[in-house]
């Protein structure tokens, strides 16, 4: 059974860093592009970042451009995304999603398969 969890978020001061992880089970994730998504109380869920099943590509929306970056590492069944300079507007549920996919990604929330269940983040002082 394919499965994605995510783990590492947490509350953190404006300024500070998280790494989150989303680790799958039941399928191959070198198969598999990956996408990272939120959603803060009251909006819709948003593309924040996604790799490419062999992560030769990645893609950022704009407002963490420059602040987040994504890898994976097949071999672990494990992606991350390392979120830096955080802001009081980065605070939200943030979910991993996946596709089989090869060689490409892209942040459109129904291009995606299959969800985890989200792990919150919140940015205050």
């Known amino acids: 059974q394919l499965q994605l969890v995510e783990s590492g978020g947490g509350l953190v001061q404006p300024g500070g860093s998280l790494r989150l992880s989303c680790a799958v089970s039941?399928?191959?994730?070198?198969?598999?592009?990956i996408g990272w998504f939120r959603q803060a109380p009251g909006k819709e869920r948003e593309g924040v970042s996604c790799?490419?099943?062999?992560?030769?590509?990645?893609n950022f929306a704009d407002s963490v451009k420059d602040r987040f970056t994504i890898s994976r590492d097949n071999a672990k069944n494990t992606v991350y995304l390392q979120v830096n300079s955080l802001k009081p507007e980065d605070t939200a549920v943030y979910y991993c999603?996946?596709?089989?996919?090869?060689?490409?990604?892209?942040?459109?929330?129904?291009?995606?398969?299959?969800w985890g269940q989200g792990t919150q983040v919140t940015v205050s002082s």
């Open positions: 790799i490419s099943s062999d992560g030769g590509i990645t």
């Open positions: 039941g399928f191959t994730l070198e198969n598999y592009a």
């Open positions: 999603a996946a596709r089989p996919l090869l060689y490409m990604c892209l942040m459109l929330r129904r291009w995606y398969d299959s």
